[in-house]
Every structure is written in structure tokens, then in C-alpha cells.
Nanobody, 126 residues
Framework: QVQLVESGGGLVQAGGSLRLSCAAS????????MGWFRQASGKEREFVAA???????SYSDSVKGRFTISRDNAKNTVYLQMNSLKPEDTAVYYC????????????????????WGQGTQVTVSS
């Protein structure tokens, strides 16, 4: 079993920065794909960023150039550095991890992920 715990969310002014962390515990050895998704109030959950075990990354067009995903396998942790935040970034951010994906694959679709964190609220004020 795998547990994912997010931290780092909060309230920030537009233009500011936040770093989200997601600590994985349990059977973490085969978590090849990890990613971040977000869900704004009244909207569907959407892809934000993904990273493979090998370090390959992918970003949604809306955050590319502003957000950076990274992982530290020694700490079993994935991060999302969010810079130049905009009010439209306001959402609950979810960490996700998947097993049934090769180490080199960067998974950008919800269906590829097997485990999810509880989410952390990010609110960007204008």
C-alpha cells in the first residue's frame, strides 16, 4: 500500500510563490510515475505536471514556464515549485503516483495513476 501526504499549500498573493511537497510512504519502490493535478471549485480535475522515475517531465500549457516538478527518491518525495502564481491557479492540488507505468514514461492522464493524496488548498489572491 502507498500513502501520499501533501503539504505546502496556503494563501498567497498574485505573483508570489509556493512549494508543494508530497511525501510517499509504504511500497514506494515501484512508483515510476508521479504527478500533480488540481481541481478548482466547480470544475473537473486537470493535469498540472508529471515526472517519471528517470526524471522526464511534462507540464500543462497553463503552467509551463511557471511551475517546476521534481522528485527526490532518497526522501520518497515529489515537489511542485509554483512561481508567478495567478488567481486562476487557485485550486485543490493533488499528488498522484502510479505503478503500472515504465520508469521512462511520463504520465499525463488521470487514468494512469493508482494512488492519490488528500489534496492541499492553494489560494491566490488578486
Amino acid at each position: 500500500q502507498v500513502q501520499l501526504v501533501e503539504s505546502g499549500g496556503g494563501l498567497v498573493q498574485a505573483g508570489g510563490s509556493l512549494r508543494l511537497s508530497c511525501a510517499a510512504s509504504g511500497r514506494t519502490f515501484s512508483l515510476n510515475a508521479m504527478g500533480w493535478f488540481r481541481q478548482a471549485s466547480g470544475k473537473e480535475r486537470e493535469f498540472v505536471a508529471a515526472i517519471s522515475r528517470n526524471g522526464g517531465t511534462s507540464y500543462s500549457d497553463s503552467v509551463k514556464g511557471r511551475f517546476t516538478i521534481s522528485r527526490d527518491n532518497a526522501k520518497n518525495t515529489v515537489y511542485l515549485q509554483m512561481n508567478s502564481l495567478k488567481p486562476e491557479d487557485t485550486a485543490v492540488y493533488y499528488c498522484a503516483a502510479g505503478r503500472a507505468i515504465a520508469a521512462a514514461v511520463v504520465a499525463t492522464t488521470i487514468g494512469y495513476y493508482d494512488y492519490w493524496g488528500q489534496g492541499t488548498q492553494v489560494t491566490v489572491s488578486s
